[in-house]
Every structure is written in structure tokens, then in C-alpha cells.
């Protein structure tokens, strides 16, 4: 069984620092794409960054470029997000999600949630300004 597993969220101050980890179970970790999403209330659900578990080619929507960084840990099946300088606009639940795949340019990443195959449960994010 596919389990992702979120942890980290909490709630800071505009301009501190939180790193977000998800854990996977039950799938081959080294062949997938892991994306980040967040959804704030009475928004879409939206893509923050992803990154090929193969090769580490990376994603990230501009609203977080230079903030944020994505990194991957294949010995420990965890996908890290480090989320520096956050602001208020940052608010939201954060959803880790996994898809296989193989590929070798960041613009062929999946970057929509529907190319999404498996989600967790997500991780509350809350920046105060």
C-alpha cells in the first residue's frame, strides 16, 4: 500500500523558516516524481515545486523561486521541502504527492495535481505577518 506521509507544518512569523518532510512506503522510491501542493482555504489546490527521485531535476513555481528548496533523501524514501522567508501568503495545507516517472528535463516534470497518483494526508502551514 502507497503511503505518503507529511510532517513539520506549524506556524511562524513572515520571514522565519519551516522544512516540511514526507515519508513514502510501498512503491519503488527511485522512479517517481514527488510533488508539493498547497491549497489555502477558499482556493485551488496549487503546485509549489517537485523533483524527479532519479535524477534530482527540480521544479518550482515562481511564487516561491529563491525561498523555498526541494531536496531528496532515496535512502530514507523522504522528500524534504525547506520553506525559508515565508510570508503570509505562504498560508495553507501543504499535500506531498507521488507519481512514477522517468525523465530527464525539469520542464517535463508533472506539475499539475491531476497527474498526481497517490496523496497524503497534508501538513498546516500558518505564516503571521
Known amino acids: 500500500e502507497v503511503q505518503l506521509v507529511e510532517s513539520g507544518g506549524g506556524s511562524v512569523q513572515a520571514g522565519g523558516s519551516l522544512r516540511l518532510s514526507c515519508a513514502a512506503s510501498?512503491?519503488?522510491?527511485?522512479?517517481?516524481?514527488i510533488g508539493w501542493f498547497r491549497q489555502a482555504p477558499g482556493r485551488e489546490r496549487e503546485g509549489v515545486s517537485c523533483?524527479?527521485?532519479?535524477?534530482?531535476?527540480?521544479y518550482y513555481a515562481d511564487s516561491v523561486k529563491g525561498r523555498f528548496t526541494i531536496s531528496t533523501d532515496n535512502a530514507r524514501n523522504t522528500v524534504y521541502l525547506q520553506m525559508n522567508s515565508l510570508k503570509p501568503e505562504d498560508t495553507a495545507l501543504y499535500y506531498c504527492?507521488?507519481?512514477?516517472?522517468?525523465?530527464?528535463?525539469?520542464?517535463?516534470?508533472?506539475?499539475?495535481?491531476?497527474?498526481?497518483?497517490?496523496w497524503g494526508q497534508g501538513t498546516q502551514v500558518t505564516v503571521s505577518s
Open positions: 504527492s507521488a507519481v512514477p516517472w522517468v525523465g530527464s528535463a525539469w520542464s517535463d516534470l508533472p506539475i499539475g495535481p491531476r497527474e498526481y497518483d497517490y
Open positions: 510501498g512503491f519503488t522510491f527511485d522512479d517517481y516524481a
Open positions: 523533483i524527479s527521485t532519479s535524477d534530482g531535476v527540480t
